[in-house]
């Protein structure tokens, strides 16, 4: 997992960017990375803002697997981002917020 975490707080960017794209999407449809979920969480706070960002969508995606309530332990620390220091996190964080509804809206009706 450190590795992972290594990648996702990487200096490059774009690279870190598509780490997480790529967790992100097969989160959609698997609960592969779901067993990372606190390690995904102790990035909540980075000092920098495009990887909390990134674990934020990140989180989000991974709520669906989420039977243990882990998700809701942390719930106040996500939502926390809404008053982000930087405008692009609270915005991001929204985002993820309305995707990871619009995900469990369509779960539901399966």
Do not use: G
Not at 28 to 54: A, G, H, I, M
Not at 66 to 92: C, G, M, S, V, W
């Amino acid at each position: 997992m450190q590795e992972i975490i290594a990648k996702l707080t990487a200096k490059d960017d774009k690279y870190a960017c598509a780490i997480a794209d790529k967790i992100i999407s097969e989160s959609q449809d698997t609960d592969e990375w779901y067993e990372y979920f606190d390690d995904f969480v102790s990035l909540l706070n980075y000092p920098k803002s495009l990887v909390r960002n990134r674990v934020l969508y990140i989180l989000a995606a991974n709520a669906q697997w989420d039977d243990e309530n882990r998700f809701d332990a942390i719930l106040n620390d996500y939502l926390a981002h809404i008053i982000d220091e930087k405008p692009i996190t609270a915005r991001q964080c929204i985002k993820a917020l309305a995707r990871w509804e619009r995900q469990n809206r369509s779960i539901s009706r399966k």
